[in-house]
């Protein structure tokens, strides 16, 4: 595959039974014949079928390979080519519903999708399944909340949601249908560093209702695919390959190993074109034949044979690899010499020394045996190590010329697919993959120049714009201080909300850098008996011409509003409690005299109708007839009659508020799409499963945009107030700190298009192009 990284995929169906294959489970390897850019990827299936149907087995298999066929010959993102492989089996299975004589016998699918695409994997769910990955790096839960766990089938739209995760050696995907209440992130948290029959002893204890489904290892191997049984009754054993340390036992138990079958209509693995060095081996690949059998459930084909072998193969941890003719050439003959060096080594000792010391000797010098005996084993040894050194030097090198090499030739054919937005990406992003591996055995002119040239390609037609920022700060702010809210003004003045004190901070321009006003009182004050207002969530920037003089105004979690003043006490104001009480505030918005609040507990959004900034009246409710979904809302925006509310899944929620209800109710976009226009693919999305957006800004005329923070890439995505993504922000870093370690947790953008960045107790500040 192209010298990519391969995962070997141990598979463990449960609950136990004498057929080792996963009802259901399909795995669908590298096709190269694939369109550009997907013939690296594959593809893990695992669905399961709701309802009466005359298919047959073979007859289910065939369609859901055709099916596959639409992600195999989609050209654009992987999230993109899933769910038109989603849509695809949705709208066969609609159109078969909807038919007359099919009305009582409604078919529906559950429907659990991965990708694997170099060390990344995507997940997407459609229906009552669940998929769990437990990561070194990362653990993700993902289950269909959107549709109610319906399957498609039911209607002729439907809502993906999508998640991502780099993959490691070790790392688990564990697909289930009808998992059990007890499976959580926190109780299969850590779970990568257990043995497979340790974790599967977590999961099934106690005995119970397991529902069914499939557990996954990824190996690191040749990308092979077998299926195991695992042990809940015997106690953990070592496994040297899964490098899990335990106390070893008197013996393993074996366990039966089916090698997986494929369906005909599954295209068998590509051979590789690219072989670098670190990744062959002198061995012939092995071939394995995929017949067709009789199926023994009603998805998956039966194993033809069994053998017997442990649970996992131990391996040794991988090395850089060294040629075995050379490095016994280099020791054969210092070994050879060491016989020489024995013999010489009395006479040449005595003869330096004799040269050495002064004079003539009145006797001989005399050496052990045993002192002899050392020279002439360690001599050698000195030799082999210098040997050995230098050649592993020359290897790295050698390996670095070949990524290198790889790298040159995929940016030379980007420049000839020009015309191809896909796959000018494809090959770009193939040459900054090769150029990381470079990387790991050094850098010289030639590749930095390089990846300056490729990085440029990828951000012209990935819409990025770098951004340089310089540290916004005269003075470090203490450790422990965590921004995670900010606004600008137009008068050069910055505020800072620190979640770690619940205060806001402020900081006036001085010069190039902005100084800290330590007078400025914004939140709690316990030397004031007057200040029993508690850890401020929010705040937004307010006229100073108002009847406090307040520049700020925050919000805690309570209702409880601060106006603060700078170089004066600040004033609190408890606001009018909406009927049901406060739940939880979480944001607030401001526009025209109208203050809108967030309850995410209450899950509502109250508006305020105020006179200047005094908000004495009780709230409304913002919704009529349908209230959205907001319990994992985390931020709002106003302007105009329309409130965009960001939600933790990554999906937008657009409300057009009437005020005229006799003659209109409030009305929702749940999920509101936004438009990828990037790479000139125009695509409507209702996420992007690749960013995480953390925190919302909107500025108006003649900017008049939507900003998103992405804490995931370090990242802020730009669009318009219609959602069409114009362009991606990436912070550049002037003072030398790699951004890419950072996460990011707050950001503004002032009126006159100043970006402020927020890392912890850190920041940034850079003029947007």
Same mark, same amino acid.
């Given at each position: 595959?192209?010298?990519?990284?391969?995962?070997?995929?141990?598979?463990?169906?449960?609950?136990?039974?004498?057929?080792?294959?996963?009802?259901?489970?399909?795995?669908?390897?590298?096709?190269?014949?694939?369109?550009?850019?997907?013939?690296?990827?594959?593809?893990?299936?695992?669905?399961?079928?709701?309802?009466?149907?005359?298919?047959?087995?073979?007859?289910?298999?065939?369609?859901?390979?055709?099916?596959?066929?639409t992600?195999?010959?989609?050209?654009?993102?992987?999230?993109?080519?899933?769910?038109?492989?989603?849509?695809?089996?949705?709208?066969?299975?609609y159109?078969?519903?909807?038919?007359?004589?099919?009305?009582?016998?409604?078919?529906?699918?559950?429907?659990?999708?991965?990708?694997?695409?170099?060390?990344?994997?995507?997940?997407?769910?459609?229906?009552?399944?669940?998929?769990?990955?437990?990561?070194?790096?990362?653990?993700?839960?993902?289950?269909?909340?959107?549709?109610?766990?319906?399957?498609?089938g039911i209607?002729?739209?439907?809502?993906?949601?999508?998640?991502?995760?780099?993959?490691?050696? *070790?790392?688990?995907?564990l697909?289930s249908?009808?998992?059990?209440?007890?499976?959580?992130?926190?109780?299969?948290?850590?779970?990568?560093?257990?043995s497979?029959?340790?974790?599967?002893?977590?999961?099934?204890?106690?005995?119970?209702?397991?529902?069914?489904?499939?557990?996954?290892?990824?190996?690191?191997?040749?990308?092979?695919?077998?299926?195991?049984?695992?042990?809940?009754?015997?106690?953990?054993?070592?496994?040297?390959?899964?490098?899990?340390?335990?106390?070893?036992?008197?013996?393993?138990?074996?366990?039966t190993?089916?090698?997986?079958?494929?369906?005909?209509?599954?295209?068998?693995?590509?051979?590789? %074109?690219?072989?670098?060095?670190?990744?062959v081996?002198?061995?012939?690949?092995?071939?394995?034949?995929?017949?067709?059998?009789?199926?023994?459930?009603?998805?998956?084909?039966?194993?033809?044979?069994?053998?017997?072998?442990?649970?996992?193969?131990?391996?040794?941890?991988?090395?850089?690899?060294?040629?075995?003719?050379?490095?016994? %050439?280099?020791?054969?003959?210092?070994?050879?010499?060491?016989?020489?060096?024995?013999?010489?080594?009395?006479?040449?000792?005595?003869?330096?020394?004799?040269?050495?010391?002064?004079?003539?000797?009145?006797h001989?010098?005399?050496?052990?045996?045993?002192?002899l005996?050392?020279?002439?084993?360690?001599?050698?040894?000195?030799?082999?190590?210098?040997?050995?050194?230098?050649?592993?030097?020359?290897?790295?090198?050698n390996?670095?010329?070949?990524y290198?090499?790889?790298?040159?030739?995929?940016?030379?054919?980007?420049?000839?697919?020009?015309?191809?937005?896909?796959?000018?990406?494809?090959s770009?992003?193939?040459?900054?993959?090769?150029? =990381?591996?470079?990387?790991?055995?050094?850098?010289?002119?030639?590749?930095?120049?390089?990846?300056?040239?490729?990085?440029?390609?990828?951000?012209?037609?990935?819409?990025v714009?770098?951004?340089?920022?310089?540290?916004?700060?005269?003075?470090?702010?203490?450790?422990?201080t965590?921004?995670?809210?900010?606004?600008?003004?137009?008068?050069?003045?910055?505020?800072a909300?620190?979640?770690? %004190?619940?205060?806001?901070?402020?900081? %006036?321009?001085?010069?190039?850098?902005?100084?800290?006003?330590?007078?400025?009182?914004?939140g709690?004050?316990?030397?004031?008996?007057?200040?029993?207002i508690?850890?401020?969530?929010?705040?937004?920037?307010?006229?100073?011409?108002?009847?406090? *003089?307040?520049?700020?105004?925050?919000?805690?979690?309570?209702?409880?509003?601060?106006?603060?003043?700078?170089?004066?006490?600040?004033?609190?104001?408890?606001?009018?409690?909406?009927?049901?009480?406060?739940?939880?505030?979480?944001?607030?918005?401001?526009?025209?005299?109208n203050?809108?609040?967030?309850?995410?507990?209450?899950?509502?959004?109250?508006?305020?109708?105020?006179?200047?900034? =005094?908000?004495?009246?009780?709230?409304?409710?913002?919704?009529?007839?349908?209230?959205?979904?907001?319990?994992?809302?985390?931020?709002?925006?106003?302007?105009?009659?329309?409130?965009y509310?960001l939600?933790?899944?990554?999906?937008?929620?657009?409300?057009?508020?009437?005020p005229?209800k =006799?003659?209109?109710?409030?009305?929702?976009?749940?999920?509101?799409?936004?438009?990828?226009?990037?790479?000139?693919?125009?695509?409507?999305?209702?996420?992007?499963?690749?960013?995480?957006?953390?925190?919302?800004?909107?500025?108006?005329?003649?900017?008049s945009?939507?900003?998103?923070?992405?804490a995931?890439?370090d990242?802020?995505?730009?669009?318009?107030?219609?959602?069409?993504?114009?362009?991606?922000?990436?912070?550049?870093?002037?003072?030398?700190?790699?951004?890419?370690?950072?996460?990011?947790?707050?950001?503004?953008?002032?009126?006159?298009?100043?970006?402020?960045?927020?890392?912890?107790?850190q920041?940034?500040?850079?003029?947007?192009?």
């Amino acid at each position: 595959m192209d010298g990519h990284p391969l995962f070997d995929l141990n598979i463990y169906s449960y609950p136990l039974s004498d057929n080792l294959t996963a009802p259901g489970l399909m795995i669908f390897p590298p096709n190269r014949k694939a369109a550009r850019g997907r013939e690296n990827d594959l593809l893990i299936v695992y669905f399961s079928l709701t309802g009466q149907t005359a298919i047959t087995a073979e007859g289910l298999q065939t369609w859901m390979g055709k099916k596959v066929e639409t992600f195999q010959r989609s050209s654009g993102t992987v999230t993109a080519g899933m769910r038109e492989l989603i849509e695809a089996v949705n709208a066969d299975l609609y159109e078969r519903n909807i038919r007359p004589n099919r009305q009582n016998e409604q078919v529906t699918i559950n429907l659990q999708v991965a990708v694997i695409k170099r060390e990344m994997l995507y997940l997407a769910n459609c229906g009552n399944g669940q998929s769990f990955f437990i990561g070194t790096d990362n653990q993700l839960h993902l289950q269909d909340s959107e549709n109610g766990g319906r399957g498609l089938g039911i209607s002729q739209s439907v809502t993906v949601r999508f998640s991502q995760s780099a993959l490691a050696t *070790n790392d688990f995907l564990l697909l289930s249908f009808k998992s059990p209440d007890n499976w959580t992130p926190e109780t299969l948290a850590g779970g990568q560093t257990l043995s497979v029959d340790a974790f599967c002893r977590r999961l099934f204890s106690p005995a119970g209702e397991t529902g069914r489904g499939a557990l996954i290892r990824f190996l690191e191997g040749t990308g092979k695919t077998q299926y195991l049984r695992y042990s809940q009754d015997n106690p953990p054993v070592p496994d040297l390959r899964e490098e899990v340390k335990t106390t070893a036992t008197a013996s393993a138990p074996e366990k039966t190993v089916v090698p997986f079958k494929q369906a005909a209509v599954i295209t068998p693995i590509a051979h590789p %074109t690219h072989k670098p060095a670190d990744l062959v081996s002198g061995t012939p690949p092995v071939v394995e034949s995929r017949r067709t059998t009789t199926p023994s459930s009603p998805f998956v084909t039966s194993p033809s044979r069994m053998t017997t072998k442990p649970a996992e193969e131990s391996s040794t941890p991988r090395v850089p690899i060294i040629h075995t003719d050379a490095v016994k %050439t280099v020791v054969g003959n210092a070994l050879r010499s060491s016989a020489r060096i024995k013999n010489q080594a009395n006479g040449w000792v005595k003869d330096t020394l004799q040269k050495v010391i002064p004079g003539e000797p009145e006797h001989p010098l005399h050496f052990s045996r045993g002192l002899l005996i050392f020279i002439a084993i360690a001599v050698p040894v000195i030799i082999v190590a210098i040997a050995t050194t230098v050649y592993i030097h020359s290897g790295k090198n050698n390996l670095f010329g070949q990524y290198l090499a790889e790298a040159q030739s995929l940016s030379q054919r980007a420049d000839t697919q020009m015309g191809d937005s896909a796959s000018r990406l494809a090959s770009l992003q193939e040459s900054i993959y090769w150029l =990381d591996k470079a990387d790991a055995y050094g850098k010289t002119a030639e590749s930095t120049a390089l990846r300056n040239q490729v990085q440029a390609g990828l951000d012209s037609l990935e819409g990025v714009i770098r951004v340089d920022m310089t540290s916004a700060l005269s003075d470090v702010l203490p450790p422990g201080t965590n921004i995670t809210q900010m606004a600008a003004t137009a008068n050069n003045d910055l505020y800072a909300l620190d979640s770690a %004190t619940g205060k806001v901070l402020r900081f %006036t321009l001085t010069g190039s850098a902005y100084q800290q006003d330590t007078k400025f009182d914004c939140g709690p004050n316990p030397q004031s008996p007057l200040n029993n207002i508690g850890n401020l969530v929010d705040m937004v920037p307010i006229s100073p011409d108002n009847s406090y *003089n307040a520049t700020i105004m925050a919000v805690d979690a309570s209702g409880t509003l601060d106006y603060c003043v700078p170089a004066d006490t600040g004033y609190i104001v408890k606001l009018s409690a909406p009927d049901m009480g406060w739940g939880a505030i979480q944001s607030i918005s401001l526009y025209q005299n109208n203050l809108y609040v967030l309850d995410i507990k209450g899950n509502a959004v109250y508006r305020y109708q105020g006179s200047g900034i =005094d908000f004495s009246d009780p709230p409304t409710l913002f919704f009529d007839d349908v209230v959205p979904p907001l319990s994992d809302a985390l931020d709002i925006e106003e302007i105009g009659y329309e409130l965009y509310i960001l939600r933790g899944n990554g999906q937008m929620i657009e409300c057009t508020y009437s005020p005229l209800k =006799d003659m209109k109710s409030t009305t929702c976009q749940v999920p509101a799409p936004f438009v990828d226009t990037r790479a000139g693919q125009n695509l409507t999305v209702t996420s992007f499963p690749e960013a995480q957006f953390v925190q919302m800004r909107m500025t108006e005329a003649p900017d008049s945009s939507l900003y998103l923070l992405d804490a995931s890439k370090d990242t802020i995505y730009h669009f318009s107030y219609g959602r069409n993504l114009q362009r991606v922000l990436h912070p550049r870093l002037t003072d030398g700190t790699d951004s890419t370690g950072l996460t990011p947790t707050a950001f503004t953008v002032s009126p006159g298009r100043t970006l402020f960045l927020a890392y912890s107790n850190q920041i940034y500040y850079g003029q947007i192009p």
